[in-house]
């Protein structure tokens, strides 16, 4: 459908890639009223018809209930609905209000999907709803922090997905319910270009979709795949690129094994097992059902985590998950706020860490879905954290890299050499296992914060998008000559705070990383990375691959290692 109104800025009608991108107004898939919320229906359809079985026995088969009749009786005003039915013989009336109503769902599930339209111009993404209460939002292109691309298990079985444009504040995204997968895959590639700074390729639009008889064959074609994809693997047409870490499957169930959550549900076990052999069997209904909850959690964490897949596109990081509903964002260089790397201690035998990040996710902090989105590597090994981050952080150089694996993670702080400055050992009381860790280093791209000896932490702040730097210090604290860091960045999963600092240390950082702050915002462009003089584009697959390995004894400590500032009369402070 297109709108007599005029679009704004729309491409020329050339450069259209996707035949949404032409600047018009235009409708979504026709089934999607099935999936939004006739599914329900059907649900809500089959309970009543399970609630009435027995009355629809007696009803349609009244010889296998001979006794019916006598228990009709007379219908009062309190009396069933459908015993006035019977006992009024408008079985002709009752039909006839079922249909109708049918007819009045489906008239607005038409309803719905006909006024339910989006447009997509050069500057932004826009999409109306409503019957009788329209709705209208937008998402400035300038703004879009990614467009993740969700494929639920019924709309996957028939070649549809759902498109979500992420947008910069909170409960700001765009949803496109829903379109085919390969409408989703080019339209999200159009977005992505727009935002990038480019005019979209010189590709000529679609064509029109095929007729119903067309529709039916390609249907049926489209289960067949996709049931058939679950197993195998990505699914057509969409082309994959690969990925440049492999999870296998043992490894991440065993990393949900070895966890201490799960050493916490056996201790419950035990507790309820030796609990219920002295008579107390109230612990049964107490802690069953939370034992059962926790089991449930564990599985789908396992299933959303297979068919992982991280690789590097023109447009950004694409991360693939999720075996029956299968979810794919593209990360946009420059919408990484920061990144953590983490190893709980039950992990070390193995050298398995964890990769989280913090990124504007354009959804409410009471949304229970964000956390899928912040997890860029839910159990790798430290040659798979380095892949990850190169791709997290392009335009780090590879020496850099080198240093941050082999100092950031896996240092504690006793080598000689050690570039982090660390807290002093008078603050050992305040981290008395990992004073000799806990430290920071400053880079002309990046603050780094590591922390934890048995839960070791690495946090890694572009400082590009660092907000702001603060600095605090209490009473013990002062008097012991320490303070903490705090930086200020969009809230998620990673904690960019670091205690124990000592107190000059701390005053040369918080003016060294001030000045290195405002000079990287300066030339920083990833925001518009396509743009001429923009960001570094990502490595190649291949040479994420097999990074050159570098020795970080010959790079040596960072040029910009901090002086020790002079002491001042107060240390708190905002940058």
Same mark, same amino acid.
């Given at each position: 459908m297109t709108d007599s109104t005029s679009s704004p800025a729309a491409p020329p009608h050339e450069l259209v890639k996707s035949r949404f991108s032409d600047g018009e107004w235009h409708r979504l898939h026709p089934l999607t009223p099935l999936l939004r919320g006739g599914l329900a229906l059907l649900v809500v359809v089959g309970v009543i018809i399970a609630n009435l079985r027995d009355r629809a026995l007696q009803i349609f088969l009244p010889w296998l209930a001979p006794d019916f009749e006598d228990e009709v009786g007379e219908w009062d005003s309190g009396g069933d609905p459908i015993d006035f039915v019977i006992a009024n013989n408008l079985y002709l009336v009752a039909v006839l209000v079922v249909l109708g109503a049918i007819l009045l769902v489906i008239a607005g599930f038409y309803l719905s999907w006909r006024f339910h339209t989006l447009r997509i111009t050069d500057d932004d993404v826009e999409v109306r709803s409503g019957i009788l209460f329209r709705t209208q939002r937008r998402a400035p292109l300038d703004r879009v922090q990614g467009v993740n691309l969700t494929r639920p298990m019924i709309a996957r079985l028939l070649g549809m997905a759902k498109l979500e444009v992420v947008g910069a504040g909170t409960d700001s995204n765009v949803k496109l319910e829903y379109l085919s997968t390969s409408d989703a895959e080019t339209v999200r590639a159009d977005i992505l270009r727009l935002a990038s700074g480019r005019r979209l390729a010189a590709t000529a639009a679609p064509g029109s979709p095929a007729r119903t008889s067309g529709r039916v064959a390609a +249907?049926?074609? @489209? &289960?067949?795949?996709e049931l058939s994809g679950m197993i195998e693997g990505p699914e057509a047409p969409v082309a994959v690129p690969e990925s440049v870490v492999n999870i296998p499957v043992g490894r991440l169930v065993a990393s949900h094994v070895v966890s201490m959550s799960t050493i916490g549900l056996l201790f419950a076990a035990a507790a309820i097992a030796v609990g219920v052999s002295q008579g107390i069997t109230w612990l049964l209904f107490g802690f069953v059902p939370a034992i059962i909850g926790f089991a449930a959690y564990w599985v789908r964490s396992i299933v959303r985590s297979l068919r992982y897949s991280i690789a590097p596109t023109p447009d950004g990081v694409r991360i693939t998950f999720g +075996?029956?509903? @299968? &979810?794919?964002?593209?990360v946009p260089p420059g919408r990484v706020h920061a990144i953590e790397v983490s190893q709980p201690i039950l992990w070390r035998p193995a050298g398995w860490w964890t990769v989280r990040i913090n990124r504007l996710t354009g959804r409410s902090a009471t949304d229970s879905t964000t956390d899928q989105f912040t997890?860029?590597?839910?159990?790798?090994?430290?040659?798979?954290?380095?892949?990850?981050l190169r791709l997290?952080?392009?335009?780090?150089?590879?020496?850099?890299?080198?240093l941050i694996?082999?100092?950031?993670m896996h240092g504690t702080g006793a080598a000689a050499d050690d570039t982090f400055t660390n807290s002093p050992r008078r603050?050992?009381?305040?981290?008395p296992l990992s004073y000799r860790r806990n430290g920071f280093r400053l880079t002309g791209d990046l603050l780094l914060l590591r922390r934890g000896l048995i839960w070791r932490r690495l946090g890694i702040l572009p400082l590009a998008r660092l907000q702001s730097l603060a600095l605090h210090q209490g009473p013990l604290d002062r008097a012991t000559r320490v303070a903490s860091l705090r930086a200020h960045v969009v809230t998620g999963p990673v904690y960019a705070g670091l205690a124990a600092i000592d107190r000059d240390h701390a005053l040369g950082l918080f003016q060294d990383a001030a000045a290195a702050a405002v000079r990287a915002a300066t030339v920083d462009t990833s925001h518009r990375w396509a743009d001429d003089g923009g960001a570094a584009e990502l490595p190649p697959a291949d040479e994420v691959l097999a990074p050159e390995a570098a020795d970080p004894v010959a790079a040596g400590p960072d040029a910009t290692a901090l002086e020790p500032a002079e002491p001042e009369a107060a240390v708190d402070g905002r940058a």
């Open positions: +249907l049926s074609q @489209t &289960v067949s795949r +075996l029956l509903t @299968t &979810v794919t964002e593209i997890t860029v590597l839910p159990v790798g090994t430290a040659s798979d954290v380095e892949r990850v997290m952080q392009p335009s780090v150089p590879d020496a850099e890299w080198a694996a082999h100092e950031g603050a050992r009381w305040i981290r």
